[in-house]
């Protein structure tokens, strides 16, 4: 893989700044239509960059249609809409805050296919079905009142109390129930994180590529990206420190556990300097273990968490992928000057995880019959990797075979037009995710994610052929 070069980057980088800086003001309405922007001049001044740099991003926002220009007089903000320029007009339809609004990954996602290789989730039939409902009425025998309790904002203090055990014991953390909170989902804690850490314009590292709907959460609170890339040897500390050094980002948002989409994971070795350098330069890493136990041979290394001593790594450990995505129950692990604001925006946003999911969990969690589910997972997960590597093996198409997780990144010839691939693998029923939306720059074109998590042995097969026969014909 190639790295971008950093001066190359720099100025996609103030380009970005100053498209975005006029784009989010007109998504909040801070800016109307027919309202006049900034002087090129000016602009230039506040953001400290190049009045050229101002100059290109104006011209495309108005090859864009956002804004338009009168002559000798400046560019002026175009109406969102025709309709709006009709006198009397009146739009039915309620406007959202922001056309940021949006989630790449979950419209392809919801397209209906046979050969659904889009998604990144497990298989229902391996899970242990009959036995989690089993689980279900053991749980309401014990606790009669489930269904008319709310459950602390914070989370089950029980599920706080096992959950920290459990993680002191498997990754010798230093950590009480007090240092937990339970969100829905680990999609709910980068959320909450993205609330409560960035506002508009923060600068904010990410991996290339990354999780897309992480992205998409972060563009929603106007984050501007600073790329890091992932290699399968994990990140160029290097570049990690210059890019902290010069921009002070607030936070790194990584996943480098199995991570998605790549199935890469970060040595060791780079974890404990990471979470150096997040301490010199005072940026809070966001660690995202979405999959941890779904390794093939070995478990992966210790969460960066564990080298943490002065509170600048937040933890989310999601359980919801592989034990029960039903119960959507994840943890998210800091220290005390972390976890308290979170608390409070997960007050605002929901108040607590129901308690009923909570509670059923917390008892299948603790159950030997979890453990054999696990191991059971880890070999069908393998077979299922092994089978789609087998059948793409003649087609060209490259990657690093994953040690875990439930995908595979693949780098396809440049010649191959992924979009007009996606969209005829669509039309004859399989669905994959185009790398471009998983990268932050949105150029990765020529790779794709392919999930073999999700369906079954052969179907898995099926797809995987025909995927590598509608690519022939391009
Ligand atoms: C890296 C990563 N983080 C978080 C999530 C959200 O998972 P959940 O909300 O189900 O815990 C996903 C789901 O695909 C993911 O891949």
């Known amino acids: 893989m190639k790295k971008a070069s950093s001066s190359t980057q720099d100025s996609k980088l103030l380009f970005r700044l100053a498209y975005d800086y006029i784009m989010i003001r007109i998504e909040r309405g801070e800016l109307e239509a027919h309202d006049k922007l900034p002087s090129i001049r000016l602009l230039a001044q506040d953001l400290k960059i190049h009045r050229l ?23 002026y903000v175009s109406p969102i809409n025709p309709k709006e320029a009709i006198p009397g007009h009146t739009d039915i339809s309620p406007q959202t805050s922001s056309s940021y609004l949006k989630n790449a990954l979950a419209e392809i996602q919801q397209i209906p296919v ?105 563009r929603q609170q106007g984050a501007r990206f600073l790329t890091v890339d992932i290699y399968p040897s994990g990140y160029d500390l290097e570049k990690v420190e210059m890019l902290m050094k010069q921009y002070r980002p607030r936070i790194f948002y990584m996943n480098p556990t199995f991570h998605n989409p790549t199935g890469y994971t970060v040595p060791a070795a780079q974890r404990k300097q990471l979470v150096e350098l997040a301490e010199r330069y005072r940026c809070l890493l966001i660690e995202d273990d979405a999959i941890h136990e779904m390794y093939f041979d070995q478990p992966p290394p210790q969460p960066f968490f564990s080298y943490d001593t002065d509170g600048w790594v937040v933890y989310l450990r999601s359980f919801s992928k592989y034990i029960s995505p039903g119960l959507r129950i994840c943890a998210v692990i800091g220290r005390q000057s972390v976890i308290k604001p979170l608390i409070i925006a997960k007050s605002l946003a929901d108040n607590g995880t129901p308690l009923v999911n909570q509670k059923i969990f917390l008892h299948y969690f603790e159950s030997e019959r979890m453990k054999q589910h696990l191991d059971k997972l880890r070999i069908a ?69 392919l999930s073999y998590s999700f369906v079954n042995e052969g179907q898995l097969r099926d797809g995987a052929r025909r995927l590598a026969d509608i690519a022939q014909r391009f």
């Open 114 to 218: 046979t050969y659904q290789l889009s998604q990144s989730l497990i298989d229902p039939n391996l899970l242990p079905n009959l036995y989690l409902s089993e689980y279900v009425k053991k749980v309401f025998d014990i606790y009669p009142k489930l269904m008319g309790t709310y459950s602390s904002v914070q989370g089950d203090e029980e599920l706080r109390e096992f959950l920290s055990r459990y993680l002191v014991r498997n990754h010798n953390l230093q950590l009480t129930e007090n240092d937990l909170l339970i969100t829905t989902g680990g999609q709910q804690a980068i959320d909450l994180i993205s609330r409560v850490y960035i506002k508009p314009m923060d600068y904010i590292l990410v991996e290339r590529p990354t999780y897309s709907a992480a992205l998409d959460m972060f």
């Open 53 to 75: 740099t101002v100059f290109r991003a104006y011209q495309l926002l108005k090859q864009n249609e956002k804004v338009y220009v009168k002559e000798k007089s400046g560019y």
């Open 381 to 449: 997960l393998q077979i299922r990797k092994e089978i789609v590597e087998e059948e793409l093996s003649a087609t060209g198409w490259t990657w690093d075979s994953p040690k875990g997780g439930f995908n595979l990144w693949l780098k396809l010839p440049e010649a191959l037009p992924v979009e007009a691939f996606l969209n005829e693998s669509i039309r004859q029923s399989v669905s994959f995710i185009p790398g471009i939306i998983c990268d932050p720059l949105r150029e990765m074109r020529s790779w794709i994610r």
